[in-house]
């Protein structure tokens, strides 16, 4: 995936309007199988797999490390209690593997990856329906409901996605995609129109959406409840699972907090800007939405929204608010309250 | 006559009597669509060869370096609200910043034939 295809700001605008079709074959498509794959992917993530009852359905999880650092953000599908599918970041596949096979060694389970397999996503409003015109095939998905996935012909299909608007992420072999991106991109008709997107939009939409992005809003240092992931943990039961203790020891002790931040000026954010008051941004960018430069801060203490904070960019202190990490949904409550 | 530095800003001398710089069309496609424009302040003095001013692109800060020392006259105000303008129209509506004319020597930079030999290279 290239940076853009032409214009950042108009593959990100399409993808909020219209349709945006990334190539994410990047990304590690998995399968833990086998008679203890349930008993293992409970043990292995942070969130609780025993929720997954219905073929397909999907939940979004940290992996731990046993100090509670995040080895990866992933999403896991449920197949069936003897076969679940899991999608690794690229940057964490290998050490993921590998840290699946050893920490798994004594479940009664075969971890598998496909490193040939091709993934897009077709993401936006008009994405699903889109997608649906032009494959006959392919009809059901229009009833996939969100955060599920189905298997149509070989070809995985899921309801999920990284920009914060409807869409579907497909797996399937090379020919197969490439057929999908080439006949979705050739019709000329406006109501039909997909658009290329490369990693620049699929940056400023995730920011937007307030996802996060492994490598800079976290790694094996931080603590899944200090990137603002812990609703992704589920700590209601007696359940066992690789971080579990070192998770409730730091959860007596004061932790680092994440949250967004606006900026007042026309300055733009970046990973790595420090934070007058203390903390740092771990990501940053321009909001086409919002116009105006936004950002995930780490925090030393507990901030409220719209208290003031400044970032310091370029060796200048830049005043900046805190806010919700989530801008896209203010942004569009606050539209809604006003019109 | 335009001139430009290796690293792809423009100065030419203009009507009003000062020199304006910009970057490039070929700067201004690779940094892709720009979405902030931090230009120098209005009676600093900027520096040959050095950092003077900075462009913001969805994905990175570009730094700008100063063709020739000088000192600032005016910015372009039309870029804080629209600093895609230099994306649209790099070498007229897209200027950035002006200098006083000192007399300063622009020879030593490259003139368009010089500087579109660099980028076929």
């Known amino acids: 995936m290239p940076l853009h295809y032409g214009s950042a700001l108009a593959e ?16 590690r498509f998995a399968k833990v199988s086998g008679s203890d794959a349930k008993k293992a ?4 993530l942070a969130n609780n797999v025993a ?17 509670a650092g995040v080895i990866d953000d992933v999403i896991c599908y449920y197949h069936h209690d003897e076969e679940y599918r899991i999608v690794l970041n690229s940057s964490c596949a290998e050490k993921d593997l590998r840290w699946m096979n050893s920490t798994l060694s004594h479940y009664d389970v075969a971890i598998s990856d496909y490193p040939t397999l091709s993934m897009i996503a077709i993401q936006g409003p008009k994405a699903v329906e889109i997608f649906c015109k032009t494959f006959d095939e392919y009809q059901q998905v229009r009833r996939l409901k969100k955060f599920t996935s189905t298997e149509i012909n070989s070809t995985f299909i899921a309801r999920t996605g990284y920009t914060g608007e409807d869409g579907i992420e497909i797996v399937a072999e090379p020919e197969a995609i ?21 990693l620049a939009a699929r940056d400023s939409l995730r920011l937007e959406a307030g996802l996060n992005l492994y490598g800079n809003d976290m790694d094996e240092t931080i603590s899944p409840i200090e990137c603002d992931l812990g609703w992704t943990v589920a700590l209601d039961s007696e359940r066992c699972f690789v971080g579990k203790q070192a998770l409730l020891e730091k959860n007596k002790k004061e932790q680092r907090h994440m949250k967004g931040i606006v900026m ?19 990501s940053g960018g321009y909001s086409p939405t919002l116009d105006c430069g936004i950002g995930f801060v780490l925090l030393p203490s507990q901030l409220k929204d719209h208290d003031k904070i400044q970032v310091e960019i370029r060796g200048n202190p830049v005043e900046a608010q805190v806010s919700s990490r989530k801008f896209l949904k203010q942004f569009l409550n606050n539209k809604d309250r006003q019109g | 006559m335009r001139r430009y530095t290796k690293t792809h800003e423009w100065i030419e001398k203009s009507e009003n009597g000062n020199m304006r710089v910009g970057i490039s069309d070929y700067a201004q496609t690779n940094l892709g669509d ?10 600093a003095t900027v520096n040959e060869g050095e950092n003077c001013a900075v462009i913001e692109s969805v994905k990175a800060a570009s730094d700008i370096y100063a063709p020739v020392s000088g000192k600032v006259a005016t ?21 950035i ?21 660099l980028l076929s290279r």
């Open chain 2, 75 to 95: 910015i372009n105000e039309a870029l804080v609200d629209n600093p895609e303008i230099i994306n649209q129209d790099p070498y007229n509506q897209g200027w």
């Open chain 1, 41 to 44: 992917m409970m043990y292995l």
């Open chain 1, 12 to 27: 990100h605008k399409a993808v909020r309007t219209e349709a945006g079709l990334f190539d994410i074959s990047h990304m």
């Open chain 2, 97 to 117: 910043y002006e200098i006083e004319d000192d007399g300063q020597d622009l020879n030593t930079l490259l003139d368009e034939e010089n500087y579109n030999k």
């Open chain 1, 51 to 67: 929720k997954l009852t219905e073929r397909g359905s999907a939940l979004y999880s940290c992996m731990l490390s046993e100090s």
């Open chain 1, 178 to 198: 490439i057929n999908i991106c080439n006949t979705i991109t050739k019709s000329t008709a406006p109501e039909n129109k997909v658009s290329l997107c490369g």
């Open chain 2, 34 to 43: 720009i979405v902030y424009v931090g230009a120098p302040a209005i009676g």
């Open chain 1, 264 to 282: 007042n000026k026309k300055a733009i954010p970046r990973a790595g800007n420090r934070i007058v008051e203390g903390g740092i941004i771990t």
